[in-house]
């Protein structure tokens, strides 16, 4: 039996061309990017190297890119460290009630330190009201984070008027990006975004690793202390091949992006008109327009999630399945299956 791998949002194949630029910083170029001789100097430029590809593909200055160990500790580290960055000025933070539960968690922890926290709703598409988020906003808010798409639906929040409200107000802006890199296309200044989190292991390149994006001039705390790196915000040695592997990706998924959106709209186009045509009792659910491209999130009225995600597992199909089923099609077809009855809907 074959095995249908269709679970690319929680993770993607890494990428074999990702593989081949990691390969040797694993062997013969192994030294410490923090040293002076020439085995760590090799190492210093391939990380350099990186930073500039990840910079190109958001928009922004290699200066302002640190690597981290993925997206939850990207989150973690822009959260907080604004945070306690900005204390002395306000305690006040502004999310979504369907963040990850990298900020979500992180959030509810920051509660406890004595920060406030207003977490906006959404409408049944998954979208924040612009109108809510300017109510919410207070003399002491300091930071809005609101996810650029969401994990479940993949709605894809209006970015620039969020970052234009920040702005206005003198409120810095933070973003998950995870699901978003790779799969829409990113430019941090024109979008008025201050910061950004992703993760490699999202769009072909390896786990445990990830970067974060910060505008120059905006103060951070960092959350890891030890030694120098990463310009005194991320103690720790760094991961060189998962480093130049997130390098390599992002590279690779922007040099096609444009091309991956047009394919992969087509196939979840092309996919919901053949389940809408053929099974009957379910539901699309999310925004139909502002969505990611590979992103189909429906509900199959009275189908449990575990027992269909058991029944595909027997044909060989992978799957996860949390508040939804998630599926990935080609390389970035993603479809979400949940339970849904007259009384509820379970996403």
Not at 55 to 75: R, V
Not at 282 to 287: A, L, P, T
Not at 313 to 327: H, Q, T
Request: net charge neutral.
């Amino acid at each position: 039996m074959n095995t249908i791998y269709l679970d690319n949002s929680a993770t993607t194949q890494t990428d074999a061309e990702v593989i081949k630029t990691m390969l040797p910083y694993m062997t013969t170029a192994y030294g410490n990017p923090s040293s002076v001789y020439q085995l760590g100097r090799e190492t210093r430029k391939a990380v350099e190297e990186a930073r500039e590809q990840v910079a190109k593909a958001l928009g922004c200055e290699p200066n302002e890119i640190y690597f981290t160990s993925g997206g939850s500790e990207s989150d973690n580290t822009a959260i907080r460290g604004i945070a306690y960055g900005y204390q002395t000025k306000g305690n006040h933070i502004i999310t979504s009630k369907i963040e990850h539960p990298a900020v979500l968690e992180t959030c509810k922890q920051l509660e406890k330190e004595g920060f406030e926290v207003s977490y906006i709703d959404v409408n049944e598409n998954g979208m924040i009201n612009l109108e809510e988020l300017k109510s919410a906003i207070k003399p002491t808010t300091t930071l809005i984070s609101i996810m650029f798409a969401n994990n479940e639906i993949g709605t894809i929040q209006p970015m620039k008027q969020i970052g234009t409200i920040a702005r206005e107000n003198h409120i810095y802006f933070h973003t998950d990006a995870v699901q978003a890199v790779g799969n829409v296309k990113i430019d941090v200044k024109k979008m008025n975004i201050d910061s950004l989190s992703l993760s490699a292991h999202k769009f072909y390149g390896p786990k445990g690793i990830g970067a974060l994006y910060v505008k120059k001039g905006i103060q951070f705390n960092p959350i890891i202390c030890g030694g120098h790196q990463e310009k005194n915000k991320r103690a720790g040695t760094e991961n060189v091949a998962g480093i130049v592997g997130l390098g390599k990706a992002i590279e690779l998924v922007n040099q096609k992006l444009e091309e991956h959106i047009t394919k992969v709209k087509e196939l979840r186009d092309y996919y919901e008109k053949q389940v809408l045509e053929n099974i009957p009792n379910i539901k699309i659910n999310g925004d139909t327009e502002n969505r990611l491209p590979g992103n189909s999130n429906i509900s199959f009225q009275g189908v449990q999630g575990d027992s269909l995600l058991l029944n595909l597992d027997f044909k060989g199909i992978c799957a996860s399945s949390r508040k939804c089923l998630y599926f990935w099609f080609a390389r970035s077809f993603s479809c979400i299956v949940s339970n849904w009855s007259t009384t509820r809907n379970s996403t």
